[in-house]
């Protein structure tokens, strides 16, 4: 009966070719018997009341994702049906990306030595991988939204490296190989390798700093050895 000029960007053909064709006509040929049942279904109901979100394709072989509400007004005396149709395609598209996205960090958190770690801007841990139990002796669930990337530090060396630590952060750097000293939940001081790298929204807003954590330990006390052993030489 009618389609608005959001509709007819929407679907692609002239308000012309699309009054008084059936609502069906803008999809795909294949679908629409489908579609069309599901009509009928949907008049037989006292009420019509109905939102979702369908991925379905167009007359033109585009495929959209499509949320759609549909509803009976009541114009006089006749009754007719309603459908808000907005393209959400985008949208889904990035939460499709997000998901593998977080599928392969996940993946590679796993299967590296390293502990892969997400810090918000006030330094409070949002994740650390499952490396933390082999390296620091705590489970992810101990460390995520309770503890800060200092409380690891040494006592005597914390204010210095929170101060230091803060400074890079204030000017949204990365850094590389940055040595520090950590305390694992046994008491013990290892020395670690860290990389981080600032995350920012759209608008540049710091999100969070995403890196890693490498014990470098054993390689530390093989350099002091090898030293030692030339100073012996």
Known sequence: VSVNDAFVRLFGKPREELIGEPFEAVYDA???????????ELKKRSRIEVREEVNTKLWDGRNLWLDISTGVIEIGSAQLILSILRDVTERRLNEERLVKSERRFAQAAETTREMIWEIDPDGLYTYVSDASLRMLGYAPDEIIKRMHYYDFAPEPERAMFIESTRAVVSLGQSF???LNRM????????????????????????????????????????????????KLE
């Open 176 to 178: 590389r190989n940055l």
């Open 183 to 230: 305390v694992t939940k046994d008491g013990r001081i290892i020395e670690v390798s860290t990389n981080g790298s600032p995350v920012y929204s759209k608008d540049g807003q710091l999100l969070c700093y995403q890196g890693t954590d490498r014990d470098v330990t054993e390689e530390k006390q093989a350099e002091a050895r090898l030293v030692q052993a030339q």
């Open 30 to 40: 294949g679908l629409r018997p489908m579609l069309r049942r599901r009509l009928e």
